[in-house]
């Protein structure tokens, strides 16, 4: 749990929206991986510094986690449903399935966070609630594997392919916005 690396606050160029997108891809497998680790801790006290990454993470998928499933179901995917092809249409298919595994998620954070606000508070985790984290960050590795992997593979290559500049332009402001609010 100690190197999580910069986690928000920087610059970003939204010139090539996918790329940021598939660099946040990067980021939620690192906080994942915090998780993990702090999942395998069996609910031990928190040292103060792995206290302080927790949070950190909890208030990455809470703000930047949110804003990138905006991204994707308010500028990604309604502009894909308006392009046509067969690999358009595949991928469409695939879009109520990603927005569920988004939903999905969204539950397990919420539970991740609830059990984290408990370690605080009790300083340790009983046996029961150790078990009722790791479940919960199992289940967020089982969402998001498969589905960052379809989305780096699949869903941002052809959206760099058959959206047009002017519409890259237009997510990428979409996206700038979000965060600035």
Known sequence: MNE????????????NPMEVLGDCHRRIERFLGVLNEAANASGRPLTAEEDDVLQRVSRFFQQAGVRHVQDEEESLFPRLQKKSGAAVEAVIAQCTALETDHHSADQLHTEVDRIIDLWRAQNGLSPTDAQTFRTAVDGLLAIYEPHIAYEDSMVFPLCSQVFTAEELNEIGQEMAARRSR
């Not at 999580?4 to 010139?15: E, H, L, Y």
């Open 4 to 15: 999580i690396g910069k986690m928000g606050g920087q610059r970003r160029d939204f010139s």
